[in-house]
């Protein structure tokens, strides 16, 4: 049983999510590094200035935290924190958890079984029906669905899942309306589904935030069905999240003659099971290998174990070997320690001060270079 969060600890979570340069990554490696969320804001400046900050690190301050809750709680929203007991369960096990979320609409939704469904934004009139259908027969089997109230084929999807749990994952804040011709339908879906978005209220959509949004898509649902996605396409981003977090990936066929299918057929071609009915998705799912249909569980980690000093244990030629294995090409995590001859604790302990000090980029699938 874990203990539920203290108040104390739930605003600092908020301010260190919040808190410059901190990312999901950054945010779990700080509370294993730190224990909690109350010692990680507190370490944050030295943590940066080891890392080479050339200015102070800014922290979010309990002002801005109170801030943020006062008009999430005007809107109407609940923000909802990594080891609050009602955060979403399929969230709370990715590896990194999404740190806190904004919830406007049912938080029920978000821990009922789900499918995501994505593609074009210029979808043709066949991409939208195909959507349509399938969303409206998962909602009649039980299932929410899951996209990303863009143009296209999220719309058809959101359209036809009102009635049985809609849930849009915004980029931009959860009372920012994108695409302004889905006002309509964004606030439907807060009355009877759910919008979801890890961005601070007030938040304009921009296009760093659009990996982060469709890693939520992916991650709150069991697997994701892709309907006409081109070749580089967000869907296909979807689709790469989906795998990296064991998630079904389904794609539905498309004209070869049709650009918009490019990315869809290529799935398909890569190994993604053909997908043309909701049923065809239902059944895939139930059985894969045999067992039966479930949800991933709950996260091993709560933060609350006490903190790791392993920074403080290092001198500067560790660092300095790391720095060395460091540099302007994209490194897996692993050859950096190879190469390094450095423990994996200290490499991290190091790579965690780099991003404080906004000296560090990570790149999908943990590799890491220089800025």
């Known amino acids: 049983m874990i203990a539920p969060l203290s108040e104390t600890e739930r605003i600092a979570r908020l301010r260190l999510a919040r808190s410059e340069n901190v990312g999901p990554v950054t945010f779990r490696d700080l509370l294993?590094?730190?224990?909690?969320?109350?010692?990680?804001?507190?370490?944050?400046?030295?943590?940066?200035?080891?890392?080479?900050?050339?200015?102070?690190?800014?922290?979010?301050?309990?002002?801005?935290?109170?801030?943020?809750?006062?008009?999430?709680?005007?809107?109407?929203?609940?923000?909802?924190v990594w080891g609050d007991a009602d955060f979403p369960p399929r969230l709370a096990a990715l590896d990194p958890p999404a740190p806190v979320i904004s919830v406007i609409g049912s938080t029920e939704h978000l821990a009922r079984p789900s499918i995501a469904i994505v593609g074009s934004r210029n979808a043709s009139a066949a991409g939208r029906k195909i959507a349509g259908d399938i969303a409206k027969a998962l909602g009649t089997e039980g299932f929410a669905v899951?996209?990303?109230?863009?143009?296209?084929?999220?719309?058809?999807?959101?359209?036809?899942?009102?009635?049985?749990?809609?849930?849009?994952?915004?980029?931009?804040?959860?009372?920012?309306?994108?695409?302004?011709?889905?006002?309509?339908?964004?606030?439907?879906i807060a009355e009877s589904g759910a919008l979801v978005s890890e961005m601070p209220p007030g938040t304009s959509p921009q296009a760093r935030h659009f990996p982060r949004r469709n890693r939520l898509i992916s991650g709150l649902a069991l697997a994701v069905v892709v309907v006409e996605a081109a070749h580089r396409s967000g869907s296909l981003i979807t689709a790469r999240f989906a795998l990296e977090q064991g998630r079904d990936v389904f794609?539905?066929?498309?004209?070869?003659?049709?650009?918009?299918?490019?990315?869809?057929?290529?799935?398909?071609?890569?190994?993604?099971?053909?997908?043309?009915?909701?049923?065809?998705?239902?059944?895939?799912?139930?059985?894969?290998?045999?067992?039966?249909?479930?949800e991933p569980g709950p996260p091993a980690y709560n933060g609350a174990q006490s903190g790791m000093t392993v920074s403080r244990q290092f001198d500067d030629s560790a660092r300095d070997s790391v720095l060395a294995a460091l540099g302007p090409t994209p490194t897996p995590l692993d050859e950096i320690v190879r190469q390094s001859g450095v423990s994996v604790p200290v490499v991290r302990a190091v790579v965690l001060e780099l991003e404080l000090a906004g000296r560090l980029h990570r790149d999908p699938g943990d590799r890491l270079s220089l800025i």
Do not use: F, M, W
Not at 262 to 277: H, Q
């Open 146 to 188: 899951v996209s990303g109230l863009a143009r296209g084929i999220d719309t058809a999807a959101h359209r036809a899942s009102l009635d049985t749990g809609a849930i849009a994952v915004l980029a931009g804040g959860v009372d920012i309306v994108y695409p302004e011709e889905n006002r309509d339908l964004q606030a439907s």
């Open 251 to 294: 794609a539905v066929p498309g004209s070869p003659l049709d650009p918009r299918a490019g990315g869809s057929n290529r799935l398909i071609k890569d190994g993604a099971p053909l997908v043309e009915t909701a049923e065809d998705v239902i059944a895939a799912l139930a059985t894969p290998l045999g067992r039966a249909l479930r």
């Open 32 to 80: 294993q590094h730190c224990g909690n969320a109350v010692a990680a804001i507190d370490a944050l400046p030295d943590l940066a200035a080891r890392g080479g900050a050339k200015r102070a690190i800014k922290v979010a301050s309990a002002a801005e935290a109170d801030a943020e809750l006062s008009r999430l709680e005007r809107l109407g929203a609940r923000l909802l």
